[in-house]
């Protein structure tokens, strides 16, 4: 190999790696924003007080799972 193309397999290897670190980067800020949506979506949900379950159901359901079909 001659030195112009050691040189060149350098330059490209270089930009190669440029061009991964500039991805990851974008990738993880694309994240961080999805992540600041989600949570600001979630804290926007209005809380629900919930009843215990005992009180929705009679006694006699959900004691036991039906396997036959």
Do not use: C
Request: glycine residues 2%; hydrophobic residues 50%.
């Amino acid at each position: 190999m001659d030195a112009v193309s050691v040189a060149s397999m350098m330059t490209a290897m270089q930009q190669a790696q440029l061009q991964d670190q500039v991805g990851t980067a974008v990738l993880r800020k694309a994240l961080d924003v999805q992540e600041s949506t989600a949570q600001a979506l979630l804290s926007a949900l209005p809380q629900i007080q919930q009843a215990p379950i005992s009180a929705s159901n009679p006694p006699h359901l959900g004691n036991s799972v039906n396997i036959f079909a």
